[in-house]
Protein backbone atom coordinates (compact mmCIF):
# COMPACT_ATOMS: atom_id res chain seq x y z
CA UNK A 1 0.00 0.00 0.00
CA UNK A 2 1.62 3.09 -1.66
CA UNK A 3 1.17 5.94 1.44
CA UNK A 4 1.79 9.58 2.19
CA UNK A 5 2.28 10.79 5.94
CA UNK A 6 1.52 13.67 7.31
CA UNK A 7 1.18 15.29 10.81
CA UNK A 8 -2.96 16.18 11.00
CA UNK A 9 -1.89 19.20 13.38
CA UNK A 10 -3.21 21.45 14.03
CA UNK A 11 -0.12 23.28 13.78
CA UNK A 12 -0.57 27.02 15.19
CA UNK A 13 1.67 29.63 14.41
CA UNK A 14 1.70 33.29 15.52
CA UNK A 15 0.75 36.01 12.29
CA UNK A 16 4.33 36.81 10.46
CA UNK A 17 6.27 33.15 11.95
CA UNK A 18 7.56 30.39 9.68
CA UNK A 19 5.00 27.34 9.11
CA UNK A 20 7.08 24.57 8.45
CA UNK A 21 5.25 21.83 6.96
CA UNK A 22 5.99 18.18 6.45
CA UNK A 23 5.23 15.03 4.59
CA UNK A 24 7.07 11.74 3.53
CA UNK A 25 5.98 8.93 1.27
CA UNK A 26 6.68 5.39 1.05
CA UNK A 27 7.09 5.29 -2.89
CA UNK A 28 10.55 5.32 -3.91
CA UNK A 29 10.04 5.40 -7.61
CA UNK A 30 7.82 9.06 -6.97
CA UNK A 31 9.21 11.42 -9.44
CA UNK A 32 6.42 14.21 -8.71
CA UNK A 33 5.54 16.28 -5.73
CA UNK A 34 2.42 18.73 -4.88
CA UNK A 35 1.51 20.31 -2.29
CA UNK A 36 -2.22 21.66 -2.49
CA UNK A 37 -3.67 24.31 -0.13
CA UNK A 38 -7.68 23.65 0.68
CA UNK A 39 -9.83 25.90 3.05
CA UNK A 40 -12.42 24.41 4.72
CA UNK A 41 -15.52 23.52 2.36
CA UNK A 42 -13.12 24.12 -0.62
CA UNK A 43 -11.55 22.36 -3.10
CA UNK A 44 -7.74 22.08 -3.74
CA UNK A 45 -5.68 24.77 -4.94
CA UNK A 46 -2.08 24.20 -6.24
CA UNK A 47 0.34 25.83 -4.10
CA UNK A 48 3.78 24.29 -5.75
CA UNK A 49 5.32 21.47 -7.18
CA UNK A 50 8.79 20.41 -7.10
CA UNK A 51 10.71 17.34 -8.87
CA UNK A 52 14.04 18.01 -8.26
CA UNK A 53 16.16 17.31 -4.79
CA UNK A 54 16.80 20.90 -3.25
CA UNK A 55 14.66 23.31 -2.71
CA UNK A 56 12.09 25.29 -4.82
CA UNK A 57 11.31 28.92 -3.62
CA UNK A 58 8.18 30.80 -5.03
CA UNK A 59 7.47 34.00 -3.07
CA UNK A 60 6.30 33.40 0.34
CA UNK A 61 6.38 29.53 -0.37
CA UNK A 62 9.38 27.06 -0.39
CA UNK A 63 8.92 23.44 -1.14
CA UNK A 64 11.78 21.21 -0.61
CA UNK A 65 12.72 17.46 -1.26
CA UNK A 66 14.40 14.95 -0.36
CA UNK A 67 14.25 11.53 -2.26
CA UNK A 68 16.67 10.21 -0.52
CA UNK A 69 14.85 10.11 2.70
CA UNK A 70 11.45 10.36 0.96
CA UNK A 71 10.83 13.94 2.41
CA UNK A 72 9.48 16.91 1.09
CA UNK A 73 8.28 19.99 3.24
CA UNK A 74 6.80 23.24 2.75
CA UNK A 75 7.71 26.26 4.00
CA UNK A 76 5.83 29.67 4.43
CA UNK A 77 7.40 32.64 5.60
CA UNK A 78 5.45 35.94 6.55
CA UNK A 79 2.60 33.63 7.94
CA UNK A 80 -0.12 35.62 7.25
CA UNK A 81 -4.15 34.66 9.37
CA UNK A 82 -4.77 33.94 5.47
CA UNK A 83 -2.74 31.38 5.12
CA UNK A 84 -5.36 29.23 7.73
CA UNK A 85 -5.72 26.25 5.76
CA UNK A 86 -5.36 22.54 5.04
CA UNK A 87 -2.38 21.31 3.50
CA UNK A 88 -1.88 18.70 0.97
CA UNK A 89 0.83 16.73 0.12
CA UNK A 90 0.53 15.12 -3.03
CA UNK A 91 3.07 12.29 -4.67
CA UNK A 92 2.81 10.41 -8.09
CA UNK A 93 2.76 6.78 -8.27
CA UNK A 94 5.78 5.69 -10.06
CA UNK A 95 4.01 2.50 -11.82
CA UNK A 96 0.94 4.74 -12.63
CA UNK A 97 2.57 8.52 -12.84
CA UNK A 98 -0.65 10.10 -13.43
CA UNK A 99 -1.89 9.05 -9.91
CA UNK A 100 -1.63 11.18 -7.10
CA UNK A 101 -1.65 9.30 -3.61
CA UNK A 102 -2.55 12.34 -1.08
CA UNK A 103 -1.81 12.68 2.43
CA UNK A 104 -4.52 13.45 4.31
CA UNK A 105 -3.42 17.11 5.36
CA UNK A 106 -2.22 19.11 7.83
CA UNK A 107 -4.39 21.93 9.60
CA UNK A 108 -2.29 25.22 9.42
CA UNK A 109 -3.72 27.98 11.61
CA UNK A 110 -1.82 31.20 12.52
CA UNK A 111 -2.91 33.76 14.75
CA UNK A 112 -3.43 36.96 14.76
CA UNK B 1 -9.69 30.83 -18.65
CA UNK B 2 -12.77 29.22 -17.10
CA UNK B 3 -11.15 26.58 -14.34
CA UNK B 4 -13.01 23.15 -13.91
CA UNK B 5 -16.26 23.05 -13.15
CA UNK B 6 -18.89 20.45 -11.80
CA UNK B 7 -22.31 19.91 -11.07
CA UNK B 8 -24.46 19.91 -9.16
CA UNK B 9 -22.74 21.45 -6.01
CA UNK B 10 -24.74 19.43 -3.50
CA UNK B 11 -26.78 16.61 -4.33
CA UNK B 12 -29.09 14.94 -1.17
CA UNK B 13 -30.44 11.76 -2.65
CA UNK B 14 -32.17 8.50 -0.57
CA UNK B 15 -30.42 5.43 0.27
CA UNK B 16 -30.64 3.05 -3.18
CA UNK B 17 -31.22 6.11 -5.64
CA UNK B 18 -29.04 6.40 -8.94
CA UNK B 19 -26.92 9.69 -8.37
CA UNK B 20 -25.06 11.25 -11.72
CA UNK B 21 -22.36 13.83 -11.19
CA UNK B 22 -20.62 15.94 -14.51
CA UNK B 23 -17.39 17.53 -14.79
CA UNK B 24 -16.53 20.11 -17.07
CA UNK B 25 -12.81 19.98 -17.32
CA UNK B 26 -10.26 22.71 -18.59
CA UNK B 27 -10.58 23.25 -22.08
CA UNK B 28 -7.49 21.63 -24.14
CA UNK B 29 -6.92 19.50 -21.27
CA UNK B 30 -6.82 15.74 -22.49
CA UNK B 31 -6.80 14.18 -18.95
CA UNK B 32 -9.39 13.80 -16.55
CA UNK B 33 -9.25 12.10 -12.69
CA UNK B 34 -12.19 11.56 -10.72
CA UNK B 35 -11.33 11.34 -6.76
CA UNK B 36 -13.37 11.19 -3.20
CA UNK B 37 -12.90 12.99 -0.14
CA UNK B 38 -14.86 11.94 2.91
CA UNK B 39 -14.92 13.91 6.03
CA UNK B 40 -11.71 14.49 7.62
CA UNK B 41 -10.07 12.32 4.63
CA UNK B 42 -7.72 12.81 1.95
CA UNK B 43 -8.70 12.52 -1.32
CA UNK B 44 -8.88 9.03 -2.90
CA UNK B 45 -8.09 8.34 -6.79
CA UNK B 46 -11.33 6.58 -8.69
CA UNK B 47 -10.92 6.83 -12.23
CA UNK B 48 -8.50 8.71 -15.17
CA UNK B 49 -9.45 9.35 -18.49
CA UNK B 50 -7.08 9.89 -21.25
CA UNK B 51 -9.39 11.37 -23.67
CA UNK B 52 -12.22 9.67 -23.66
CA UNK B 53 -11.06 6.16 -22.85
CA UNK B 54 -10.18 5.04 -19.01
CA UNK B 55 -6.91 2.88 -18.95
CA UNK B 56 -7.33 3.49 -14.88
CA UNK B 57 -10.28 2.24 -13.48
CA UNK B 58 -8.91 1.18 -10.20
CA UNK B 59 -9.98 3.19 -7.87
CA UNK B 60 -13.75 2.74 -8.14
CA UNK B 61 -14.55 1.42 -5.24
CA UNK B 62 -17.57 -1.41 -6.51
CA UNK B 63 -19.87 -2.11 -9.66
CA UNK B 64 -22.14 0.76 -8.66
CA UNK B 65 -19.65 3.46 -9.77
CA UNK B 66 -19.10 3.81 -13.56
CA UNK B 67 -18.27 6.70 -15.10
CA UNK B 68 -17.39 7.68 -18.72
CA UNK B 69 -15.94 10.82 -20.94
CA UNK B 70 -17.77 12.10 -24.05
CA UNK B 71 -16.39 14.10 -27.02
CA UNK B 72 -13.40 14.16 -25.04
CA UNK B 73 -14.14 16.74 -23.01
CA UNK B 74 -17.16 16.38 -20.23
CA UNK B 75 -17.12 13.59 -17.93
CA UNK B 76 -20.06 11.76 -15.72
CA UNK B 77 -19.90 9.69 -12.39
CA UNK B 78 -22.76 7.45 -11.97
CA UNK B 79 -23.30 6.04 -8.52
CA UNK B 80 -26.20 3.39 -8.87
CA UNK B 81 -28.14 2.45 -6.04
CA UNK B 82 -26.79 4.90 -3.63
CA UNK B 83 -25.16 3.97 0.27
CA UNK B 84 -24.62 6.08 2.95
CA UNK B 85 -20.90 5.04 3.07
CA UNK B 86 -20.94 6.62 -0.69
CA UNK B 87 -21.80 10.52 1.43
CA UNK B 88 -18.61 12.29 0.50
CA UNK B 89 -17.29 15.34 -1.33
CA UNK B 90 -16.96 13.74 -4.83
CA UNK B 91 -13.89 16.12 -6.64
CA UNK B 92 -13.05 16.41 -10.88
CA UNK B 93 -9.49 17.10 -11.62
CA UNK B 94 -7.84 17.62 -15.54
CA UNK B 95 -4.60 18.21 -16.49
CA UNK B 96 -3.36 19.29 -19.55
CA UNK B 97 -1.53 15.48 -20.20
CA UNK B 98 -1.33 12.47 -18.48
CA UNK B 99 1.13 13.27 -16.22
CA UNK B 100 0.98 17.04 -15.81
CA UNK B 101 -0.08 19.40 -12.92
CA UNK B 102 -3.97 18.40 -11.95
CA UNK B 103 -6.48 21.64 -11.76
CA UNK B 104 -9.40 20.52 -9.28
CA UNK B 105 -12.91 21.95 -9.65
CA UNK B 106 -15.27 22.81 -6.85
CA UNK B 107 -16.70 19.50 -5.88
CA UNK B 108 -20.13 17.84 -5.44
CA UNK B 109 -20.45 17.10 -1.94
CA UNK B 110 -23.21 13.98 -1.74
CA UNK B 111 -25.63 13.83 0.86
CA UNK B 112 -27.41 9.87 0.94
CA UNK B 113 -29.77 9.75 3.71
Known amino acids: QKEVEQNSGPLSVPEGAIASLNCTYS??????FFWYRQYSGKSPELIMF????GDKEDGRFTAQLNKASQYVSLLIRDSQPSDSATYLC????????????FGSGTRLLVRP | GAGVSQSPSNKVTEKGKDVELRCDPI?????LYWYRQSLGQGLEFLIY????????KSGLPSDRFSAERTGGSVSTLTIQRTQQEDSAVYLC???????????FGPGTRLTVL
Open chain 2, 93 to 103: ASSLEAEGTQY
Open chain 1, 27 to 32: DRGSQS
Open chain 1, 50 to 53: IYSN
Open chain 1, 90 to 101: AVNSADSSYKLI
Open chain 2, 27 to 31: SGHTA
Open chain 2, 49 to 56: FQGNSAPD
